[in-house]
């Protein structure tokens, strides 16, 4: 996998293919497969996203109680017209939280780049999709943008809640999305990058602090931010708005960050919301169900 | 670590670190021994401690060690398969030290009577890290075929193992050498695109300087 976003601009440059056919090359190589196989394995990975996405159920409660319903919610808020982000935000935001819901229910999803992360790329992809009517094809080019940041993001830095806290995941699904939807708005390798560190700008220092260190508090709903944040990061790069800080030298201040957090907000359900009065009260219930 | 394990696995939830990565643990582990586990003392570390019920990390572990995969829909009611398929299981805390949060320590039985003892973490993604064997530094992901060799720090052993997989036409993918001190005990850990028969493996046991061979089989 590639070290950097700018080797990844380079090759642009140098080949001119495209962000995501050099991210297929390399997995190709690095793989040992034909591309075809590849592309036909990346698009299981987007059919697995629709399924997690269809099979969502509105009346599923996690067993912890603690999460359940918020997405057939805010689909009966978007299809009442009451939202002020109006049907595409507000599409988001549903299939952000559904497909968080699942996760926590125990139902199957696909890691993106983690489970904890999972609503992020889907609720941005199948949105946008089902809205502009892109071809399957080119979201499945999308998912190999968002798999190329991520696994430059993997190599500099990290992408679990425990090593990096939540900035790794949230903010990583975040930065994964906003490129994969440059590439849709017909950005290149430059724009994508430069989406990318928008979105992860953005949520530097996010704590990893899910309350009674369940994947449920607040993690179903920061996948609602990562994806809304990722079609604010792709709209300001197509709108000519870049990074002051280059693309790989945000993800290094990531990393920098997530090794200066306390182990009481890298997953361990102790220090932020976890460590709160009400988080606490509800992890020492937990405790003796 | 691949493009599909960072888009992917499709898993059942609700954690790639501490559910997913752990069923994997699991599974590696039982490919490790090679044989039915029939009893399996579980040792959970830092974060894996700390929220691993919440997680259902312990029964994702269970679960790997059932030979389950990562999104088997029946990994929460591993505990009950393991009942009904005479694995004896006992789940508790521990402090390993300076090693990965999402570390645990597996001590396996097999059918046979045949021991392993097994230090992973779960690095992130579903990913993981085989850290110790039998109390011995191994690092490896657990994605390829992979030999692990203790033998005795003395000339000539790494070409023994690498000119018997260059015969097989076994290709490395990966190779790492550790030796506690000078002249002691060691440990080779070769990652290979193919697999290696299970003759050259039993080949190697035989040889001198060689105290024991483990092999990670994909099959």
Not at chain 1, 149 to 171: D, H, K, Y
Not at chain 2, 3 to 22: E, F, K, R, Y
Request: charged share 20%; aromatic share 4%; net charge negative.
């Amino acid at each position: 996998m590639y070290k950097s976003l700018a080797e990844i601009c380079e090759t642009e440059k140098r080949t001119g293919l495209p962000f995501w056919k050099i991210v297929q090359e390399d997995d190709c190589t690095e793989r040992g497969v034909a591309d075809r196989d590849s592309f036909e394995q990346m698009r299981a990975m987007y059919h697995a996203m629709q399924d997690a996405d269809e099979q969502y159920d509105g009346s599923q409660i996690s067993a912890s109680g603690l999460v359940g319903t918020e997405g057939k919610k805010m689909q009966q808020a978007r299809e009442a017209g009451t939202t002020i982000c109006g049907n595409l935000v507000a599409k988001v935001m549903e299939k952000a939280l559904k497909t968080g819901e699942s996760n926590a229910c125990m139902k199957r999803i696909v890691a993106a780049p983690t489970a904890g992360s999972c609503g992020v790329v889907p609720a941005v992809f199948l949105t946008v999709q089902e809205e502009k009517h892109f071809s399957e094809d080119k979201m499945v080019e999308a998912l190999y943008v968002a798999a190329g940041i991520g696994g430059v993001i993997a190599s500099r830095a990290f992408l679990s809640g425990a090593a990096g806290g939540c900035q790794a995941e949230i903010g990583s699904a975040s930065a994964m999305a906003a490129g994969g939807l440059a590439y849709l708005m017909g950005g290149n390798a430059k724009e994508i990058a430069n989406a990318s560190a928008l979105a992860l700008k953005n949520l530097l220092g996010l704590a990893c602090d899910p309350v009674a260190g369940l994947v449920e508090v607040p993690c179903v709903k920061r996948n609602v931010i990562g994806a809304v944040n990722a079609l604010t990061a792709a709209d300001m790069t197509m709108a000519g708005i870049f990074s002051k800080i280059p693309p790989d030298e945000v993800i290094d201040a990531m990393r920098s960050v997530g090794r200066s957090m306390n182990e009481d907000i890298r997953e361990t359900g102790k220090g932020g919301l976890a460590g709160t009065p009400t988080g606490a009260e509800i992890r020492e219930k937990m405790a003796h169900i | 670590m691949n493009l599909l394990d960072i888009i992917g696995p499709v898993m059942v939830g609700p954690s790639s670190s501490h559910t997913a990565g752990a069923v994997k643990i699991g599974q590696v582990a039982r490919k490790l021994i090679a044989e039915k586990v029939m009893r399996a003392d579980i040792f959970l570390h830092g974060s894996f401690l700390a929220t691993g019920k919440g997680h259902g990390t312990d029964k994702a572990l269970v679960a790997g060690l059932l030979g389950m995969a990562v999104d088997d829909p029946h990994i929460p009611y591993s505990f009950e398969i393991a009942k009904k398929e005479g694995l004896e299981f006992h789940i508790s805390g521990i402090d390993l030290g300076d090693v990965h949060p999402n570390s645990v320590k597996l001590n396996l039985t097999g059918i046979s009577g045949k021991k392993i003892e097994v230090i992973a973490a779960s690095v992130g993604g579903g990913q993981i890290e085989i850290c110790e064997i039998d109390g011995l530094s191994a690092s490896f992901g657990g994605d390829y075929p992979t030999l692990i060799v203790n033998h005795l720090d003395v000339p000539g052993r790494v070409t023994a193992v690498t000119s018997m997989l260059s015969k097989k036409g076994v290709n490395i993918a990966g190779m790492k050498l550790y030796r506690t001190v000078r002249g002691g005990e060691a440990v080779m850990v070769v990652e290979c695109d193919q697999e290696v028969p299970m003759e050259a493996v039993a080949w190697l046991e035989g040889l001198e300087g060689i105290l024991k061979v483990t092999y990670l089989s994909l099959k």
